[in-house]
């Protein structure tokens, strides 16, 4: 039995299609720690020009964008967004009260009632 060649390490926007809809799954170099496929490597930013950059050895093909760790991701911060949002509404709505209680008493003043 032959043993298998390593599994190539994923570029660190494997999972970001959004941001980097070129990627290309596999890194093929490191900057610093952060893997980058050569696409990623291109596009990197001034920041990161000025680090070394270390080739990875070739190995497996990294497994391809993963669907369901991205929705996983997404889902939470549409709970976490959602969250915030109902939080927000409900001290807007309290404002909103106390100032109509104070323009009424403050209407009524002006009127000398
Ligand atoms: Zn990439």
Same mark, same amino acid.
């Given at each position: 039995m032959s043993a298998l060649p390593p599994a !190539?390490?994923?570029?660190?926007?494997?999972?970001?299609?959004?941001?980097?809809?070129?990627?290309?799954?596999? !890194?093929?170099?490191?900057?610093?720690?952060?893997?980058?496929?050569?696409?990623?490597?291109?596009?990197?930013?001034t920041l990161?020009?000025?680090?070394?950059?270390?080739?990875?050895?070739a190995g497996q093909p990294a497994v391809g964008f993963d669907p369901l760790a991205w929705l996983t991701q997404a889902h939470t911060e549409l709970r976490t967004a959602e969250h915030r949002l109902r939080k927000e509404c409900a001290e807007l709505a309290m404002e909103r009260d106390v100032l109509k209680r104070s323009v009424a008493l403050w209407v009524r003043e002006a009127m000398g009632r």
């Amino acid at each position: 039995m032959s043993a298998l060649p390593p599994a !190539a390490i994923r570029c660190h926007y494997a999972n970001n299609p959004d941001l980097r809809p070129d990627c290309r799954i596999t !890194a093929s170099a490191r900057i610093g720690p952060i893997p980058l496929c050569p696409s990623c490597l291109q596009r990197r930013s001034t920041l990161g020009k000025g680090q070394p950059v270390r080739p990875l050895p070739a190995g497996q093909p990294a497994v391809g964008f993963d669907p369901l760790a991205w929705l996983t991701q997404a889902h939470t911060e549409l709970r976490t967004a959602e969250h915030r949002l109902r939080k927000e509404c409900a001290e807007l709505a309290m404002e909103r009260d106390v100032l109509k209680r104070s323009v009424a008493l403050w209407v009524r003043e002006a009127m000398g009632r």
